[in-house]
C-alpha cells in the first residue's frame, strides 16, 4: 500500500468541506479500547471541526466510553456514549482503525453515512468506507488527521496540539520508532510551539503509575518466559497477565497497556508477546518486533492487524492455545 494520492486528499478534504454547515451530523469514531493515537487524533479532530463551525459534532468509540486517566486530554466534552451516536450522520470519519471489526456495533455507520472517510495508518488495513486516507509509511494517524486539518485551514491551539501530540508521542515511543521521520519531529515541533507542556504530558502518560502496578509488573515479568529457537532462531519472549494478577494488586486493566515495554526490551529475542486477559478464555495479544520478524502477518492470520514492527489481536482459549498459536505462524 502507497501513501494516499493528490486526488484522495482532495477528495477528504471535499468531503468534510462539504459537513461545514449548522445541521450537519459528523460522527467521529475510533477503534475500541482507543489507545493515545485513536484518542487523540479523534478528539483533535473534532475540536478542528468545531473551530470550522460544526455545530454538531459527536466522538465515540465501541464499548463503555472510559479513558484511562492518563489519557484524558481536551476535546473529553465531544464523547458520547455509542448508543447516542447519530444512526445515520451527514458524514463519518473513522480514526485508526485498521479493519471494520475494530468499530465494533458502530460499523453499521459505514452503510448509514452520507459519506464515509477513513484516516489510518496500518499497513494491514484492507480498504473500507466510501473515500479513505491510509498512509502505512505514517508514524501515527495523528500525521494524516494533522495534515488533513491543515488542508481544512485549522489553525492548531493548545487543545488540538495536546491530543495530536499526545497521539503522536504514544504511537512513536516518544520517538524512538522507525517511522519516526523529519516529518514527525517538524510535527512535533509545530505542537510544542502552541504551549502545551511537554513535560505534564510525559509524565503523566510514561513516567507515573501507582505502587500497586510496579508490584504488578514485576510479578508478571518474574514469570516471563524465553524461548530462543522460536521465530526461526530469532527468538520470542513471552509473558501473561491475568484477571487475578489485576486483582490481587487492584488494579485496572489499561495500567497493563505500558508492560509490552518492559518485555520487548529482551535482547536475546527478536519478537515480544504479552497476553493480557480480559475474560475466561480471552485474552487481548500485544506483539512486537524489533525488525526480523513481520508480527502484522502472524496478527492479520489470528484475527487483529497492525504494523510490521507493532501489533495485535483478540486470542481465545487458554493462553497456552494463544501461545502456540502465534509460535505457529512465526515459524
Known amino acids: ?85 447519530h444512526p445515520a450522520p451527514d458524514l463519518l470519519v473513522t480514526f485508526d482503525a485498521a479493519s ?14 452520507v459519506v464515509s472517510l477513513v484516516l489510518d495508518h496500518h499497513a494491514s ?33 493548545t487543545g488540538i496540539a ?53 508490584r504488578l509488573f514485576g510479578e508478571v515479568l518474574g514469570r516471563a518466559s524465553l524461548d530462543p529457537a522460536a521465530a526461526g532462531g530469532r527468538g520470542l519472549v513471552t509473558a501473561v497477565a491475568t484477571l487475578d494478577d489485576l486483582r490481587r494488586h487492584n488494579q485496572p486493566p489499561y495500567i497493563l497497556e505500558a508492560l509490552i515495554d518492559s518485555v520487548r526490551c529482551t535482547a536475546e529475542a527478536d519478537v515480544a508477546l504479552l497476553l493480557k486477559q480480559v475474560a475466561p478464555d480471552e485474552w487481548a495479544v500485544s506483539l512486537r518486533s524489533k525488525g526480523g520478524s513481520d508480527v502484522s502477518e502472524v496478527a492479520v492470520a489470528l484475527g487483529g492487524g497492525g504494523h510490521r514492527l507493532a501489533a495485535g489481536f483478540t486470542g481465545h482459549g487458554s493462553a497456552e492455545d494463544v501461545i502456540a498459536a502465534v509460535r505457529g505462524h512465526l515459524g
Not at 460522527?27 to 460544526?54: E, I, K, T, W, Y
Not at 522507525?178 to 510525559?202: K, Q, W, Y
Open 100 to 113: 471494520t471489526g475494530r468499530l465494533g456495533g458502530l460499523a453499521d455507520r459505514l452503510d448509514t453515512a
Open 125 to 157: 488495513n484492507a480498504g473500507f468506507g466510501k473515500l479513505s486516507l491510509v498512509d502505512p509509511n505514517a508514524a501515527a494517524t495523528a500525521v494524516v488527521a494533522a495534515r488533513l486539518l491543515d488542508r481544512l485551514g485549522v489553525k492548531l491551539d
Open 1 to 85: 500500500m502507497t501513501s494516499p494520492s493528490e486526488q484522495e486528499w482532495a477528495a477528504a478534504a471535499a468531503a468534510v468541506r462539504g459537513a461545514l454547515r449548522p445541521d450537519a451530523q459528523v460522527l467521529l469514531v475510533c477503534h475500541v479500547n482507543p489507545d493515545g493515537d485513536a484518542l487523540g487524533s479523534m478528539l483533535g479532530f473534532g475540536q478542528g471541526l468545531r473551530q470550522l463551525g460544526v455545530e454538531r459534532v459527536q466522538c465515540t468509540f465501541p464499548g463503555p466510553q472510559t479513558v484511562p486517566e492518563p489519557l484524558h486530554m481536551p476535546g473529553m466534552e465531544l464523547l458520547i456514549p455509542e448508543a447516542q451516536a
Open 162 to 214: 495536546e491530543c495530536l501530540y499526545i497521539a503522536l508521542v504514544t504511537d512513536t515511543g516518544s520517538f524512538k520508532f522507525d517511522l519516526t521521520t523529519p516529518e514527525v519531529h517538524e510535527l512535533a515541533a509545530r505542537l510544542v510551539a502552541t504551549g502545551i507542556s511537554v513535560g505534564e504530558i510525559s509524565r503523566r502518560i510514561f513516567d507515573t503509575r501507582p505502587f500497586g502496578a510496579v
